[in-house]
């Protein structure tokens, strides 16, 4: 599994990951990512990848930030949930999936000011979504040029949609970045 995340004060990050256990109040993460840095250079973003997964298994996980003098940042904790894929030939895994599939989004162009079509999928409680590419358009309604600066204010606008969030942060998602 892959967690993607951007913070724009952080100087680093990592994620902490455990088999869920509902009712326990333990404050132990049997696994944590190394500690990766983030700064301008990345858009203060990082994709930590969370191995030795258990197939068909509920996980959780929390992601900690660090300033530049390595002190964790007063972020409130948040731990969020995902579930992994049974193995293959998996008899006793469920074989019907829920899914939501989208393309060709930009925040204002030509859909309005949101993005309430995400929203509308999240509150269906998909097993996952495919984004199957144009998260932006960096040539529509008029060509914004080679800037990756510009390239990533436009990702930065459809990334803070509150629609496109609450979708993107509660349905494990795969991403086709095509722009």
Aim: glycine share 6%; hydrophobic share 35%.
């Amino acid at each position: 599994a892959a967690v993607f995340i951007r913070h724009p004060t952080a100087a680093s990050a990592r994620v902490q990951y455990r088999l869920a256990s509902y009712g326990s109040n333990s404050t132990e993460w049997s696994h944590s990512t190394p500690r990766a840095a983030m700064n301008e250079s990345s858009d203060h973003t990082h994709v930590f990848w969370l191995e030795s997964l258990q197939p068909f298994a509920l996980y959780e996980y929390s992601v900690q930030y660090y300033d530049p003098e390595d002190a964790l940042l007063p972020v409130p904790p948040l731990t969020k949930t995902f579930t992994t894929f049974p193995a293959p030939g998996d008899a006793a895994a469920k074989s019907h999936f829920s899914f939501g599939v989208g393309s060709c989004v930009t925040v204002n162009f030509p859909y309005g000011r949101s993005l309430e079509g995400f929203g509308a999928m999240a509150e269906h409680n998909l097993d996952f979504f495919l984004f199957l590419g144009d998260l932006i358009y960096a040539d529509r309604p008029w060509y914004h040029g080679e800037d990756v600066s510009k390239y990533r204010a436009l990702y930065r606008n459809t990334m803070s949609d509150r629609h496109f969030q609450h979708l993107f942060s509660n349905t494990p998602n795969f991403n086709m970045y095509d722009d």
